[in-house]
């Protein structure tokens, strides 16, 4: 798994700052941004944040470029909706001889990693076999449609993808691009960073945030999952009932800027 800030909204604390000051105060807006020292831009985020306003938060976004993950992981990425989204496409890009993500579980386990390569290599022929069959057969209806036979198997191979991916698995390797404002970050890292997330998106999530904090400690200072970011947890029974300890990891995040 490979996650890097790609960019993000230059002085992003600032903004922020400003359009809150902006919500209590009648001056014009670049005076307000001129008055703005670090301490009172670090004194408004805190106050916004521990308040709830974070309709102000949505001025700043940052976008992630995401790899090695598996299409199980990036289905439940793009369940976040207010966000934006650019994935490796498996209809244009052939995936012959496709990387795959193996379970940590799955690996520790030989028998399971035998079974799981097995049936990985099973489809892997079939998906291949799936492509060659299909390209054949479109390549075949395009020349006799009186087109040029290197335009037709080129044609015929993408048409070809489009109906051999059906039998790729949710552990097919998949890169994507994700931008998502402040307000939409914290949400995810609430369900994402929590210790009941799935491990995949949940390594995600936490590598999201360290980065986030290390170019905007004060947005994200209390950023986390709930009993992080609310101080309780939402799950109930179904608790990890290691909140001290999750508290703990996301403080040490904090506290290394």
């Known amino acids: 798994m490979k996650v890097k800030l790609l960019s993000h909204t230059p002085d992003a604390e600032k903004l922020i700052a400003t359009a809150a000051k902006l919500c209590y105060s009648s001056s014009d807006i670049e005076s307000l941004r001129d008055g703005l020292t670090d301490e009172k831009v670090e004194s408004f985020i805190d106050m916004i944040v521990s308040i709830g306003h974070e309709s102000v938060v949505e001025h700043v976004s940052f976008t992630f470029g995401i790899e090695g993950i598996s299409r199980a992981c990036s289905h439940q990425l793009v369940r976040h909706r207010i966000a934006s989204?650019?994935?490796k496409s498996q209809r244009y890009v052939n995936e012959n001889g496709f990387e795959f993500i193996t379970p940590p579980a799955v690996a520790e386990l030989p028998e399971a990693k035998t079974e799981y390569d097995r049936i990985i290599d099973e489809i892997t022929g079939s998906y291949e076999k799936l492509a060659t069959l299909l390209t054949e057969k479109h390549t075949a209806v395009f020349i006799s449609q009186g087109m040029d036979?290197?335009?037709?198997?080129?044609?015929?191979?993408?048409?070809?993808?489009?109906?051999?991916?059906f039998v790729l698995p949710n552990a097919c390797e998949?890169?994507?691009?994700?931008?998502?404002?402040?307000?939409?970050?914290?949400?995810?890292?609430?369900?994402?960073?929590?210790?009941?997330?799935?491990?995949?998106i949940r390594a995600v999530a936490n590598e999201m945030l360290r980065q986030c904090i290390e170019v905007a400690p004060h947005i994200f200072a209390h950023a986390g999952p709930s009993c992080v970011a609310e101080g309780?947890?939402?799950?109930?029974?179904?608790?990890?009932?290691?909140i001290n300890e999750v508290k703990a990891y996301f403080h040490s995040l904090t506290t290394k800027q």
């Open 232 to 242: 309780k947890c939402p799950e109930g029974k179904m608790t990890c009932g290691k």
């Open 174 to 200: 998949t890169k994507i691009v994700v931008t998502m404002n402040v307000r939409s970050l914290f949400n995810f890292f609430r369900h994402r960073c929590c210790n009941r997330a799935q491990w995949e």
């Open 85 to 87: 989204y650019s994935q």
């Open 149 to 165: 036979e290197k335009a037709a198997r080129l044609k015929a191979s993408k048409l070809a993808n489009e109906d051999a991916r």
